[in-house]
């Protein structure tokens, strides 16, 4: 029950938070004087194009843009009715995309989707990598297995992620035929769903999960390593083995159970680092996510299109640290009391 | 005569190429007998102790002796015995208790989970039972509703409770020998009292052997049927208790009696303490924190001290003696205007006879700066009140810095002037906190509190992080600076043998109230508040003749509202001190 309340109570302060966050992202969005549109006017007139002038300025209107920001922000959130009535981000349009004259919907369309798939391949592989390289770093520390962990953890942390995507490409293709670029095989794009597609996905996913993965597993293992060398010194370790406990399960049990609050803490850390971080990997890899549409839009102002794809961005570490906000409260019981206020 | 239970011989241990940190010891304890290593921090007993249950730090080297454990009619080397079998001794025919019961028990996990852990692991016991044998070892250590103790986290309890449960955690499997690591000293005197209590009971009920680390002579002698003495790592004194207590043989042995402080036989109660020139005037000081809850909880008030009353005559000592709660470090605060008292609360401070009275609670930023040069505060802790990057010159020189006192060579003069006073040599001033003792660390830190030429000197808790030896010299030389000074203390502390020597007043209190006051000799000769008595009753005197009296201790040591009619209440609705025969305040109904 207490659960339940904590959860809504995160729930609603993660609104608040996103509504916050909107606020910002427009503000700076619109702070390089000038827009997409008024940019656009002015070659146009430079190179005698009326016509085209003409439409540019039917667009500002038609998406509000003559308007002061204050007006312009209430009508790109939906919170204030514009020249098509009450109809923005709440609604679920998502606005106009300049640059490729068509929807933000449909330009991003299943990149968004791929985007979080990536990512949450990347965070799996994170966490999948650095916990049990963590756990034995710590409990061989200084010896062999330690150093060669942090050697390898270091090394992936200094690589350069589009270097080490372009090293993987070669040599996976040469050695095990994986695949080059893209998400997918060029046959399966726009196609519906279907096992073969899926299979092709999978296969593309390899590369550039191990390449937006491994700085971050590098990372996230030097820490776990830390936490759980700091908890193998406290004494309730010592009363543990006292107890005959064996080693293994004395490490599962005790320790690791301590070390793992900072481990959840980094979810939603970890999730905006990896979708900005792998912006440029997306260019190098070709990847269809949500990077490379950024990059473009950031670049010519097309501010619709970027406002959506930090909102989204901004959405996913909101979820994600709401995520781990619960699961450290059904992890420790000290949060879930001192929450409750006793 | 029967075979030992546990035989140590010539036990050597090491850490790396140094000296070994315990040399050629040996002892060895029959079954059902209580064994008590004594010896003061250094001494080797902790891995001496450490080493029978082999789970030494990684560092250590155990080079050379054997342990002899008797598992019912066979002799096992402990030292040799393989991993795997060691594992099934632990927790199962040996168990160990250790000193601090905040951290030795893993906060994330129920207590059921933790104590049953260790019938699961030794006795293959099936949940259910496992569970009514835990439920029922918690109701044997005094727990007066198991089946919540199951349920709980460690955080929810106090001290003395958790301690308990490592103690049901300890007896479950029903070892035969219990190693007690410093179990008490982590705890209020009186909890440890209970604490003391419960081990010698259900030693009785099981006839299990202990084994009890402490430094504490007065523990040995409430406990211990043999003793082992121990410094620098070797065994100096062993024998049966009351040979050793009562005519101890070796000089250190002499030296750590001389040492121990005690709660003097008093013939006749003091004259009271004269009121007339108070340096310190706290009047009716209370001090609320408001905790704020997450989420959408009501924010929870906490009193720390409630209308206390402390007068403090110049040229003396007053002592707040109190638990851990008590509120007697919050005084101490407010009194140095460290902490703001709530309102209503007064806090007057005169520098000097005929100056005008200092409101501390409402000083402007002048004012704060001139009151902190005349009054200093000693901390607890002498190992992290230094810092350890900067060298001891630096460290004393710096008071003078920060409120712009002479030259440099002024101040490195004063410096040295006050290593002399507090015993230390001035060819020190360059070295770093590190290559000095606990003691001398102390004696640091009383010198830097000096270097201002205060006149208010608090003390909080300044001898209760070192050994007996040093906290005797640490004593004298306060009462020293003190008469050659001309000082003024308050002294914070939460044992009465120390500050029955040092102090002119005792202000007993307890859950943020005053609940006597006097003059030491006359608390001692005439206590008249329960938890006085309790207090005194359950200070461990090393004296075979003087055990602890456990039914005084329960009496006054519970909660308020358990206390007898005349001095009873709840919350903070105490009733007023009252002044009962000349200089002796006692909080109850008249």
């Known amino acids: ?342 | 005569m029967s075979t030992p239970l546990l035989d140590v011989r010539n036990l050597s241990i090491g850490f790396g190429t140094a000296d070994p940190v315990v040399r050629d010891v040996s002892f060895s304890v029959m079954p059902g007998e209580t064994l008590a290593l004594v010896g003061e921090s250094g001494s080797g007993k902790t891995i001496t102790c450490r080493s029978v249950l082999r789970i030494l730090p990684d560092a250590a080297r155990i080079s050379g002796g054997e342990i002899n454990f008797d598992c019912k009619g066979t002799q096992i080397d402990l030292l040799t015995l393989p991993e795997r079998g060691m594992r099934r001794i632990r927790g199962n025919q040996i168990a160990m208790i250790f000193q601090e019961p905040m951290r030795s028990l893993s906060p994330l996990h129920r207590l059921g989970d933790q104590v049953s852990e260790v019938l699961r692991l030794h006795r293959d016991m099936p949940m259910r039972e496992a569970r009514r044998t835990v439920l029922e070892t918690f109701e044997r250590v005094g727990f007066p509703d198991p089946g919540r103790v199951w349920q709980s986290y460690p955080f929810e309890m106090s001290g003395g409770m958790r301690q308990r449960a490592m103690i049901a955690m300890a007896m479950v499997a029903r070892p035969e020998l219990l190693i007690a690591d410093e179990p008490t000293t982590a705890l209020d005197v009186t909890t440890q009292a209970q604490v003391l209590g419960l081990i010698k009971d259900l030693q009785k009920d099981t006839g299990m052997a202990v084994i009890l680390v402490t430094h504490d002579l007065g523990v040995v002698a409430n406990m211990a049927e043999s003793v082992v003495v121990m410094n620098k790592g070797r065994v100096m004194e062993r024998g049966p208790a009351d040979v050793v207590l009562g005519a101890p043989a070796h000089g250190y042995t002499q030296k750590l009696f001389a040492a121990a402080p005690m709660i003097p036989e008093v013939a006749a109660p003091a004259r009271a303490a004269p009121h007339d020139d108070l340096i310190l005037d706290m009047r009716k000081v209370t001090k609320t924190y408001t905790m704020r809850a997450g989420g959408w909880s009501a924010p929870k008030v906490v009193t720390a001290c409630h209308r206390v009353d402390l007068e403090l005559q110049r040229g003396k000592t007053l002592a707040v003696v109190g638990e851990s709660g008590s509120g007697k470090t919050t005084c101490a605060r407010i009194a140095l205007g460290a902490e703001l008292p709530d309102r209503g609360s007064e806090v007057l401070f005169r520098a000097a006879a005929d100056s005008k009275p200092l409101r501390v609670d409402a000083m402007s930023q002048s004012e704060r700066v001139a009151f902190q040069r005349q009054a200093q505060m000693v901390f607890q802790d002498p190992y992290s009140s230094l810092s350890p990057r900067m060298r001891i010159q630096q460290a004393l020189t710096e008071p003078m810095e920060i409120h712009n006192i002479g030259s440099r060579k002024d101040r490195r003069e004063k410096a040295a002037e006050m290593l002399r006073w507090v015993g230390l040599d001035p060819s020190m001033l360059s070295r770093y906190p590190h290559a000095f003792s606990g003691g001398q660390r102390q004696r640091l830190s009383i010198a830097r509190a000096l270097t201002l030429d205060p006149v208010l000197l608090v003390c909080d808790e300044p001898t209760s992080a070192l050994d007996v030896s040093v906290q005797e010299q640490i004593l004298t030389l306060l009462e020293d600076i003190r008469d050659g000074m001309g000082l003024s203390y308050l002294f914070i502390s939460h044992d009465l043998a120390v500050v029955a020597r040092i102090a002119d007043e005792v202000a007993v209190m307890r859950q943020g109230v005053v609940v006597e006051q006097a003059p030491p000799d006359t608390l001692f000769y005439n206590p008249r508040h329960p938890y006085t008595r309790a207090l005194i009753a359950a200070q461990p005197e090393p004296d075979l003749n003087r055990p602890i009296d456990l039914s005084l201790v329960a009496r006054g040591a519970g909660s308020p509202s358990t206390w007898p009619e005349a001095y009873r209440f709840e919350g903070v609705d105490a009733p007023a001190l009252t002044e009962l025969e000349p200089g002796h305040k006692v909080r109850c109904h008249v």
């Open chain 1, 1 to 342: 029950m207490m659960f339940l309340r904590y959860a809504i109570y995160r729930f609603i302060t993660m609104l608040l938070t996103l509504w916050v966050v909107s606020i910002l992202i427009f503000v700076i969005i619109n702070l390089p004087p000038g827009d997409y549109l008024s940019n656009q006017i002015a070659e146009l007139r430079a190179t005698g194009q009326a016509e085209g002038v003409a439409k540019a300025e039917f667009l500002r209107t038609e998406y509000a843009l003559d308007r002061p920001i204050w007006e312009q922000y209430l009508i790109w959130v939906g919170m204030a009715p514009g020249p098509q009535g009450w109809y923005g981000l709440i609604q679920g349009n998502f606005g106009w995309s300049f640059e490729f004259d068509r929807p933000v919907s449909e330009v991003v369309g299943d990149a968004l989707w791929l985007t979080v798939l990536v990512n949450l391949a990347a965070v799996l592989f994170v966490y999948l990598v650095a916990l049990p390289l963590g756990v034995i770093a710590a409990a061989r520390s200084e010896t062999w297995v330690d150093y060669t962990a942090a050697f390898v953890g270091y090394l992936g942390l200094a690589t350069p992620n589009f270097l080490l995507a372009l090293i993987l490409f070669y040599y996976g293709n040469k050695y095990f035929d994986l695949p080059i670029g893209g998400l997918m095989s060029p046959e399966y794009e726009g196609e519906p769903m279907s096992w073969d597609k899926v299979k092709s996905i999978l296969v593309h996913l390899i590369v550039p999960t191990f390449v937006i993965g491994t700085s971050g597993a590098a990372a996230m293992m030097q820490r776990l390593r830390a936490n759980m060398l700091d908890e193998l010194s406290k004494p309730y370790v010592e009363t543990a083995r006292a107890k005959g406990l064996g080693p293994a399960k004395l490490l599962a049990k005790y320790p690791l159970r301590m070390a793992f609050n900072p481990f959840v803490a980094d979810i939603g850390n970890l999730l905006p680092a990896m979708v900005s971080g792998s912006v440029l990997v997306s260019v190098v890899l070709g990847l269809q996510t949500i990077g490379p549409s950024l990059l473009t839009a950031l670049k010519s102002q097309d501010q619709f299109l970027a406002g959506f794809v930090l909102m989204f961005v901004a959405l996913l570490t909101l979820i994600g640290t709401m995520i781990s906000d619960l699961l450290l409260v059904l992890l420790d019981p000290r949060i879930r009391y001192g929450a409750r206020g006793s």
